[in-house]
Every structure is written in C-alpha cells, then in structure tokens.
C-alpha cells in the first residue's frame, strides 16, 4: 500500500497571508498543501456560521481540517473547578470541530504536579470517559479525542502513556508530535530506527489502521534537561533536530498513510519544504 501523506499548518499561514479561517484553504491550496490545524489554544472563538464557512471552503478546496483544544487543560487537575475547566474546554472543542467537520481534537492529557505517573494516567482516563459520554449524549460521533505527546518531563504524555489512553478509550487516538518525543528523550531521534520504533509501538497497541490514518505534528525543536523548551524552523538549527527525511523513509518503506502538522515558526512554508522532502523520496 501506497503511502499517502497531506501536510498543512498549525494555524493560518504567515506572511504575505492576509484573512482569516475562510480564507485559508484555497490559499493553501494553491501551496500545494492539504491540511490545516484550526488553532483553539487560546480558547474556542468562533460561531457557527464561520465554522460552517471554513467547513465548505476546507471541502471544496480539499483541505483535510483538523482542531487544537486550548493549551491549559488538565484532565488530571487537583482542583474540582479546573477539571470541570478541562472537560468544558474539550467539549467546545469537540463541538466546534463537529461545525468544522474536523476529524480530530489535539490535546495536552495532564500535569504530573509531583504525583505517581500510573495514579495521574488513571485521573486522565476517568476525565477523559466523561468527556466520551458528553459527547455521545450530544450525538457527535466523528470527532475524536486526540492526545498528543509531551514535550516535557512535568506532563503526562510519553509514547506509552498516550497509547494507553488511546486503547482504554472509545474516541481517543494517539498523535504522535516527533519534536516532543526528541525532547522529552533528551534527543532521542537519530534516525529511522526511532520512527521505526514509534510507529511500531502504535501499530502494536491500536492495530494497524492507527498507523494508516494517523494525524501528527513535526517541527525542529530545542531541548533542555527537562524536555522542550521552543520550536524552531526547519533548518535552523546546527543539525536537524529531529531529522525529517528519515521520518519520510519510514513513512514510505512501510505505508503508512496520514497528516503531518507543521509546527515550526514558518508553519504553511515549511509544511511545503516537508512535502518536497517527502516527494522526493516517495520518488526513489
């Protein structure tokens, strides 16, 4: 099987840009891109009627949409108030995704905050659960929960963990952010041998479709003692940091078909460097 891959921002492309939500997909189009991350980080803001524009123009343009839930949520929240917080920012998410006719919602699982990981995973399964049946209750099927992975040592979020999640719950599926996961290792991805091994973990834990219709972010990235610390651009670092066309040939060599999210700095234009890469290699 073939393997086939549409790239697209986080967000709305950058300069020379100028619009909003509607007017990105034919834009990216004309990029040659085919997906786009609608950015809620900072909260959900948007109506109806601009979901259901932004829905027809990503349609007719062949834009695959998909959602970013706000950044501070945590399904394993001490407080009472903040975990009720957490399950109301996902359901507006999910409700505006559903407008949007987005396949996915990304999201940040949990915060540690200095408990046993297992006790904090278990937290954010029950929250999560909830959040399934709210979202049953209000007839939206086609959304899924997406819990993306960390990139830092304080949070919820390894490979394993997100797996977990994932295959203890209805709607949730694993987004794997490749720049996270070489934080968090402290440079963990050398080569093929990484992706191999990511792939190959969700494959085993979710079952095969999981790896040919996966949704993931990319982005060079710089990293501390305790995981991320900024995104960078494609190429502006010393080395690549995670390396790009070796995430390419493993994508290739073994089929594996899905979404690729830019998340560096350069957002549309450096989705279109990744996608010449991969072309490139799709090509040999």
Known sequence: MASEIRFGPAGLPVHPFEGGAADAPAYLRKEGLDAMEVEFV????????????????????????????????????????????????????????????????????????????????????????????????????????????????????????????????????????????????NGWIKGKEQYTEIFEKIEKGMGRKAVENFHSHFSEIEYGEYGEKNHAALGSLPKPSPPFRPLCEVLVENGYSGTIISETPMLDLDAKKMKRTFLEVQKK
């Open 42 to 185: 900072r909260g959900v803001h948007m109506g109806d009627a601009l979901a259901h524009k932004v829905r027809s123009e990503a349609k007719a343009n062949s834009i695959k949409l998909s959602c970013h839930a706000p950044y501070w949520i945590n399904c394993a929240a001490k407080e009472p108030q903040k975990l009720k917080g957490a399950i109301r920012n996902l359901m507006e998410t999910a409700r505006a995704a559903h407008f949007l006719g987005a396949e996915v919602i990304v999201f940040h699982p949990s915060f540690y905050l200095g408990r046993p990981p297992k006790e904090v995973l278990e937290m954010t399964k029950k929250t999560l659960k909830e959040v399934e049946e709210r979202m049953k209750s209000e007839g939206i099927h086609d959304v899924w929960l997406g819990a993306e992975t960390a990139g830092k040592t304080t949070q919820l979020g390894g490979l394993e963990e997100t797996i977990e999640l994932a295959s203890s719950l209805e709607r949730v599926r694993v987004v794997p952010d490749f720049a996270h996961l070489h934080a968090r290792g």
